[in-house]
Each structure stands twice: as structure tokens, then as C-alpha cells.
T-cell receptor, first 111, second 114 residues
Framework: DAGITQSPRHKVTETGTPVTLRCHQTENHRYMYWYRQDPGHGLRLIHY???????DKGEVSDGYSVSRSKTEDFLLTLESATSSQTSVYFC??????????FGEGSRLTVL | AQSVTQLGSHVSVSEGALVLLRCNYSSSVPPYLFWYVQYPNQGLQLLLKYTTGATLVKGINGFEAEFKKSETSFHLTKPSAHMSDAAEYFC????????????FGGGTRLMVKP
């Protein structure tokens, strides 16, 4: 199994609070991604990274920011959480072959 | 822009019956195509992929998919369903030359009845 760790795995927070989700990999893969999964929508790309300090927006990036200061870590931040950001968040990594390896997900509930 | 449509958000089959999960894509050029499976409370894992070459692709757990360019389809099949196949299945596409991002379909939940 690909070495991908997401933390926290579960979080409940209140509207307006900041939240940071962490993705840590031990595979030294170049590409890292944050997706959110919602019923009926499949997985939608939030942000991705193609190297240290190189990031770009996905299709649902509003309200989210990311940072990648080291190859192994990719952080997703919700500056001011809203109820619409209640979701399951998945980190994925890739070495550019097209195949993605996924973490186990982080379930976020915003009350 | 590419898009992926999975026909049927829920599919129910009996154990031992044929599994057919449908995936159609829209793209100006044939993309790379993937099927992923997600078991409850887990991340997604790759079942199979098509990049180039043979259009019939075999994956893990007895699944296979056929790329049909004329129909812009990549349907997933398994001759005989097993209870352990119950999961959610996602079709995904990636442009051949543009970046390394996958676009996912909405998913199909497969239920297997004893």
C-alpha cells in the first residue's frame, strides 16, 4: 500500500473557525492532490501540487488554500469553515503515470 | 473540458450474476481511462486502466473493461458477482497530453444480493 497518512481522520468544528487537514506521504511522489467527496458528485479536485511550493487550483477551490513546503507534506486549509464544506476529503499522490494512490480520507463536519 | 457520466448511481445484482457498470466520457481526443473501487470507510484503489494498446483491459478481482472509441465508452464488467464486490465504483478520465489530473464520474454503488 502507498504510504499516505491523512490527519485528522475525523473533525467536528463550528462555522467560521479555521481548519487544516494534513496529508503526509512516504513515497516521494511529485504530485499531490486534495479532493472532496460528496454524494452524487463523485470526487472533485480542490487543489493540487506538482512540486514543492508549486500548487494550482482545481474545480472547487473557493474557500480553500494549500501549501507544500516539503515533498512529503501537503496541507489543506479552510480559512473560515462553512457548512457547505462538510465533506469527506481525500488526499492522493501520483508519480505522473496517471494512476493516483489515495489516503483513507478525513471526514469534516462543520456545524 | 472533459466530463464523465456513469449511468445509474445504484446497481443491484444477485450473487453469481453478470456485473455491468456503465461509463461514458466526453473528450475531443480519447483520454486515458480508469476504474477505481471504494470499499466502505476507505480510500479509492485502482481496479484497472486503459492508456494505449489493447482495448480490452483486465484488472484485479476478475473485473475487465473495454474501451470503445466509437461509443466513447469504458464499461466495467465481471462475469460473476461475489458478495465482496459490493462497493462504490468510479470511472475517471485523464487527458493524454495535458497535466496529470483525473476527472471522476459521480460513482455507482454496486449492491450484491445473496
Amino acid at each position: 500500500d502507498a504510504g499516505i497518512t491523512q490527519s485528522p481522520r475525523h473533525k467536528v468544528t463550528e462555522t467560521g473557525t479555521p481548519v487544516t487537514l494534513r496529508c503526509h506521504q512516504t513515497e516521494n511522489h511529485r504530485y499531490m492532490y486534495w479532493y472532496r467527496q460528496d454524494p452524487g458528485h463523485g470526487l472533485r479536485l480542490i487543489h493540487y501540487s506538482y512540486g514543492v511550493k508549486d500548487t494550482d487550483k482545481g474545480e472547487v477551490s473557493d474557500g480553500y488554500s494549500v501549501s507544500r513546503s516539503k515533498t512529503e507534506d501537503f496541507l489543506l486549509t479552510l480559512e473560515s469553515a462553512t457548512s457547505s464544506q462538510t465533506s469527506v476529503y481525500f488526499c492522493a499522490i501520483s508519480e505522473g503515470t496517471g494512476e493516483l494512490f489515495f489516503g483513507e480520507g478525513s471526514r469534516l463536519t462543520v456545524l | 473540458a472533459q466530463s464523465v457520466t456513469q449511468l445509474g448511481s445504484h446497481v443491484s445484482v444477485s450473487e453469481g450474476a453478470l456485473v455491468l457498470l456503465r461509463c461514458n466520457y466526453s473528450s475531443s481526443v480519447p483520454p486515458y481511462l480508469f476504474w477505481y473501487v471504494q470499499y466502505p470507510n476507505q480510500g479509492l484503489q485502482l481496479l484497472l486502466k486503459y492508456t494505449t494498446g489493447a482495448t480490452l483491459v483486465k484488472g484485479i478481482n476478475g473485473f475487465e473493461a473495454e474501451f470503445k472509441k466509437s461509443e466513447t465508452s469504458f464499461h466495467l464488467t465481471k462475469p460473476s458477482a461475489h458478495m465482496s464486490d459490493a462497493a462504490e465504483y468510479f470511472c475517471a478520465v485523464r487527458p493524454v497530453r495535458a497535466g496529470n489530473m483525473l476527472t471522476f464520474g459521480g460513482g455507482t454503488r454496486l449492491m450484491v444480493k445473496p
